[in-house]
């Protein structure tokens, strides 16, 4: 019974510790898409960690740029590794490069947000602390 209850408290953790992650995709969405979402993230939990693999880790660099420079994020941290792929043509493993960045709030996060709600004409902005 213990080890249910182990295990139980475990997946816990790890969905606590994605449940802000954004898995950025080069593809799919527009890049101010990913940085609109980050701003929410933020919003929501104080911090986001934007993950992505080859080629989209451009993406990922360029949101967490454009976060910083307007005011609404500082750096945490980031991460680089390297992770094993299975690719589908070739039917052998190949490594791909990973970057994990994690964003905090800033001082004036709160308040460049509302005065962009503002700005859209807005004037409801739901702010969670």
């Known amino acids: 019974m213990e080890e249910i ?8 953790i790890v969905d606590g510790k994605t449940r802000n992650r954004i ?3 080069n593809t799919k969405k527009p890049l101010f898409f990913y940085v609109n979402l980050s701003k929410r993230y933020m919003q929501q ?4 960690e934007l993950s992505a693999l080859g080629m989209a ?3 990922v660099v ?5 976060l910083k420079n307007n005011g609404f994020a500082v750096e ?7 992770v094993d792929m299975k690719d589908e043509s070739r039917g052998r493993p190949v490594q791909k490069a990973k970057i994990e960045i994690v964003l905090g709030k800033t001082a004036k996060f709160d ?3 509302a005065a962009q709600a503002e700005e859209r004409g807005n004037g409801d902005v739901d702010v969670q602390t």
């Open 57 to 59: 880790i451009s993406t």
């Open 5 to 12: 209850t182990e295990g139980v408290n475990n997946m816990n």
């Open 111 to 113: 308040e460049l947000m």
């Open 76 to 82: 945490k941290k980031i991460m680089t590794s390297t």
């Open 62 to 66: 360029s949101v967490a740029e454009i």
């Open 23 to 25: 898995q950025v995709s």
């Open 45 to 48: 939990y104080n911090e986001v």
